[in-house]
């Protein structure tokens, strides 16, 4: 029988090493002073073996709704081919998901996209104030140690965060082949919606399917609140499905994301604010 998650017994939270020796976040190292890093929020599927998958069957770690599919590859080519820093997340979505404020309610999903969770169903505050502590913390902990770090050596680096969506909702094709989030801070995002546009063929959105006007998200807690330059991909995810995809996606990125850096005030503190601030 399911064991539900706050039933589980903890040992007391280690850093960024939670029970089992999992990880929080992968780091990949590169040049701080290029100014740029890349950052990953839903780059794994794994939930920890005590949480017993969350009562859910295997197929449902191969959807979206426990990670962004084919991010993860796409967001090492880049850190890898232009030498810049990384995080990655260590943990799937449906355990906690970092890409949400500590006060959103969907910080914890009890249903996703007609899945319902049953290792969240009778989650409480105590098993959600654990799982920030040893997962969800030590990822933006991380985040915010190489942005201080590049601040630190006199050049405050972008940020440039990789997702992916579903190429159909409601069994409707969504156009786009990629679309770029952001909130009111335009130095990133508008050269890099330029510069898509300008390739044949590919339909670039702008803040769709999902808006990056979301108060506490990653960007808004590491960009928006920080000053700092930032945009956010959206690749739908057949165009990153195999190894051919990610190569073509990362190098077209990579090219993009040089060019970008070139941008007068890019390393720069700025505070643009958020629409969201009230």
Same mark, same amino acid.
């Given at each position: 029988?399911?064991?539900?998650?706050?039933?589980?017994? $903890?040992?007391?939270?280690?850093?960024?090493?939670?029970?089992?020796?999992?990880?929080?976040?992968?780091?990949?190292?590169? %040049?701080?002073?290029?100014?740029?890093?890349?950052?990953? %929020? $839903?780059?794994?599927?794994?939930?920890?073996?005590?949480?017993?998958?969350?009562?859910?069957?295997?197929?449902?770690?191969?959807?979206?709704?426990?990670?962004?599919?084919?991010?993860? %590859?796409?967001?090492?080519?880049?850190?890898?081919?232009?030498?810049?820093?990384?995080?990655?997340?260590?943990?799937?979505?449906?355990?906690?998901?970092?890409?949400?404020?500590?006060? *959103?309610?969907?910080?914890?999903?009890?249903?996703?996209?007609?899945?319902?969770?049953?290792?969240?169903?009778?989650?409480?505050?105590?098993?959600?104030?654990?799982?920030?502590?040893?997962?969800? *913390?030590?990822?933006?902990?991380?985040?915010?140690?190489?942005?201080?770090?590049?601040?630190?050596?006199?050049?405050?680096?972008?940020?440039?965060?990789? $997702?992916?969506?579903?190429?159909?909702?409601?069994?409707?094709?969504?156009?786009?082949?990629?679309?770029?989030?952001?909130?009111?801070?335009?130095?990133?995002?508008?050269?890099?919606? @330029?510069?898509?546009?300008?390739?044949?063929?590919?339909?670039?959105?702008?803040?769709?399917?999902?808006?990056?006007?979301?108060?506490?998200?990653?960007?808004?807690?590491?960009?928006?609140?920080?000053?700092?330059? $930032?945009?956010?991909?959206?690749?739908?995810? %057949? @165009?990153?499905?195999?190894?051919?995809?990610?190569?073509?996606?990362?190098?077209?990125?990579?090219?993009?994301?040089?060019?970008?850096?070139?941008?007068?005030?890019?390393?720069?503190?700025?505070?643009?604010?958020?629409?969201?601030?009230?």
């Amino acid at each position: 029988m399911f064991e539900p998650a706050n039933s589980i017994s $903890h040992p007391a939270p280690r850093a960024s090493r939670p029970a089992g020796g999992e990880r929080a976040f992968e780091r990949i190292e590169g %040049d701080l002073d290029k100014g740029l890093i890349i950052i990953c %929020d $839903h780059a794994s599927n794994h939930v920890p073996a005590a949480y017993r998958d969350l009562g859910l069957p295997p197929a449902e770690f191969e959807r979206h709704i426990a990670y962004d599919i084919g991010a993860a %590859d796409v967001a090492r080519a880049i850190a890898r081919s232009l030498g810049v820093p990384a995080v990655l997340s260590g943990f799937s979505r449906i355990l906690i998901d970092p890409n949400r404020g500590p006060e *959103d309610p969907t910080l914890v999903m009890k249903l996703s996209d007609g899945a319902v969770v049953p290792g969240n169903r009778l989650v409480d505050e105590a098993e959600i104030l654990y799982r920030r502590a040893n997962y969800y *913390d030590p990822y933006h902990r991380e985040i915010d140690n190489l942005l201080d770090e590049g601040i630190a050596r006199g050049k405050p680096p972008a940020i440039f965060s990789v $997702h992916s969506f579903t190429p159909f909702w409601k069994s409707v094709l969504r156009p786009w082949h990629a679309t770029v989030l952001w909130d009111k801070d335009d130095r990133l995002p508008r050269p890099l919606m @330029q510069a898509l546009r300008a390739i044949e063929g590919i339909v670039t959105g702008d803040n769709v399917p999902y808006s990056g006007e979301l108060r506490g998200d990653t960007l808004y807690r590491h960009g928006s609140t920080r000053g700092l330059a $930032h945009a956010l991909i959206e690749i739908r995810q %057949d @165009q990153i499905s195999d190894e051919e995809g990610v190569a073509r996606w990362a190098e077209r990125l990579s090219t993009i994301l040089a060019d970008c850096l070139e941008q007068p005030g890019l390393n720069e503190i700025r505070y643009y604010g958020s629409k969201t601030d009230k």
